[in-house]
Structures are given as structure tokens and as C-alpha cells.
């Protein structure tokens, strides 16, 4: 299956946000004021704990590595490089042992990462769709 880089967003958005987060997050990344919301991902979770489960780098990437068909994510992160691109499950690797904030959108609404910049603070974020 192939989805878009907005998809991937509006389903991170839909699934993972707190619903009183969200109509903020659409407003600032469907914009030029992008920006001012990607670079409060290294300390600022919006995430809905419901769904997050609490995870070591290696743990995530194992997980990643057993779902079929995956191949690649798309990133929102801090890190203007990474920002609003694609990663392999390989590059992902990188990803997970730098110091930025990022989302990581695997499969739109269903499975996702939240890698904060403090050391351990990562997030596997799931959730079933209907």
C-alpha cells in the first residue's frame, strides 16, 4: 500500500493527537507556520497516552522490522533535514539515536513513533482502525 506524506499526517493528527491539540496542529502544518510547531517536538508530547507504549530504540526498530510490507515512514520532526521526508526502516535507525524530536508515521493512523530528544524517550504509538 502506498500512501502520501498528508495522509500520513492527517491520520497522525486524527489517530495520535489529543483532540484538544489538534485543531492547532492542522492550523500550523498545513502551513508556512509549519515551523513553529515542529520545533516544540523535542520536549512537547501531544500524543494521546492511550495509545503509547513506552519503548527502547532497539525494541521500536524491532517492531518496525515485523510488520510485512513495510519498508519506509515518513517523518515530522524538529530536525529541518528530516522534516516532511521519507526514511527506511535502516535510516530509521539514525533517526532513533539522534537528539530530535520527530514523529514517525508507519502505517497512516494505525502505527506511528514518537522519538523525544531527552535519552529514552521514545514511544510506539498504535492503534487499530475500524
Known sequence: MKF?????????????????????????????????????FDHKQDFDPRFATHMKQAQILEKLREVKGLTKCFLLSANREWDDSWATLDELEIVLFEESGTYISCVPGELAVYHGEDVGENYLLTRKQA
Open 4 to 40: 502520501d506524506s498528508k495522509e500520513h499526517e492527517e491520520k497522525l493528527i486524527s489517530s495520535f493527537i489529543l483532540k484538544e491539540k489538534r485543531g492547532r496542529w492542522r492550523t500550523l502544518l498545513f502551513s508556512d507556520d509549519r515551523e513553529v510547531l515542529t520545533s516544540t
